[in-house]
């Protein structure tokens, strides 16, 4: 069975702070992962990430994949409080494959 | 890029009722679309997985009966969450395959069953 395990679930930190969240999976058939920011409503699309050991980056977000390892990692320099959300790894098996969550950071940004 | 339109975005009920709640793919073709349910401080969790023109895959636990999953047509699959309980108050979100970034995902119902 699919397996993805994120961690930590929840984080609280202050402004202008870095942080690391990881995710670590166990999947039959892996092509990428994804990586997802969830606020109020629907997840939004952050990452993909296929290739091992390249980093993507996004402003403040960062993220890279080690497929030898099976893990993750979503960086976030110089903390906002709009960073504030639900953060969501998932394995992606290809188009028509349904995506399997991990269980989510809740990382909290205060001022 | 890819659309995906759910609506309502929010309903309240009474209980013994039941709520229907609809995806839309506004540019695409839907051929599948998979229905997730988020109970607060939770993640999302599969319900079920929908094909145009064949019966929808439940997850293991989810009542078929219960909630039912129509794919109409490759733009349009709706949920309906029939004799609805309190315990059925939660977010439910529908995501279809899109093109580049793996997965369109709607923007959520949030029902409360009263």
């Known amino acids: 069975e699919d397996k993805v395990v994120q961690s930590p679930l929840s984080l609280v930190v202050h402004e202008g702070d870095t942080v690391t969240l990881n995710c670590s999976y166990e999947v039959t058939n892996f092509r990428s992962l994804l990586w997802y920011k969830q606020e109020k409503k629907a997840p939004t699309f952050l990452f993909m990430l296929t290739s091992s050991g390249i980093e993507k980056k996004s402003g403040r977000l960062s993220s890279i994949l080690d497929k030898k390892e099976l893990f993750s990692i979503l960086n976030i320099t110089a903390t906002q409080t709009g960073d504030s959300a639900v953060y969501l790894c998932?394995?992606?098996?290809?188009?028509?494959?349904?995506?399997?969550f991990g269980k989510g950071t809740l990382l909290t940004v205060n001022p | 890029g890819a659309v995906v339109s759910q609506h309502p975005s929010w309903v309240i009920c009474k209980s013994g009722t039941s709520v229907k709640i609809e995806c839309r793919s506004l540019?695409?073709?839907?051929?599948?679309m998979f229905w997730y349910r988020q109970f607060p401080k939770q993640s999302l969790m599969l319900m079920a997985t929908?094909?145009?023109?064949?019966?929808?895959?439940?997850e293991q636990g989810v009542e078929k009966d219960k909630f039912l999953i129509n794919h109409a047509s490759l733009t349009l699959s709706t949920l309906t969450v029939t004799s609805a309980h309190p315990e059925d108050s939660s977010f439910y979100i529908c995501s279809a395959p899109g093109t580049n970034y793996g997965y369109t995902f709607g923007s959520g119902t949030r029902l409360t069953v009263v």
């Open positions: 540019d695409f073709q839907a051929t599948t």
């Open positions: 998932a394995p992606y098996l290809g188009s028509n494959y349904k995506l399997t």
């Open positions: 929908s094909n145009e023109g064949s019966k929808a895959t439940y």
